[in-house]
């Protein structure tokens, strides 16, 4: 009989902040830049899309996803691996 210890959801999203930090430090901020948002996948793999308004012009703003990596992290968020390499495009 195995048995599995999964972690709060409390630290769950404390990992998930620190991973959308870590990826937008390394990729900097696109223009229109809206929103990070990383999802726990599976394990320690992140599911991160980094998106940006496509018309601000409206009442409602229209957001896409301009980056999207997966990304291998520890416990405390930092970035292991990531699927496509994150390359400093953005100050």
């Known amino acids: 009989m195995s048995t599995t210890t999964e972690m709060p959801v409390s630290v769950k999203t404390d990992v ?3 991973v ?9 901020t696109p223009p229109n830049f809206m929103k ?3 999802i726990n996948v599976f394990g320690n793999h992140y599911r991160v899309n980094v998106y940006v ?9 229209r957001s896409s ?7 291998l992290a520890d416990k ?9 390499e994150i390359i400093k495009m953005f100050e």
């Open 16 to 18: 998930c902040e620190r």
């Open 20 to 28: 959308e930090v870590t990826v937008m430090k390394q990729l900097g």
């Open 36 to 38: 990070a948002k990383a």
């Open 53 to 61: 308004v496509i018309d601000g012009d409206c009442l409602v703003k």
């Open 65 to 71: 996803i301009a980056y999207s990596y997966l990304v």
């Open 76 to 84: 405390e968020g930092k970035l292991i691996d990531s699927q496509p």
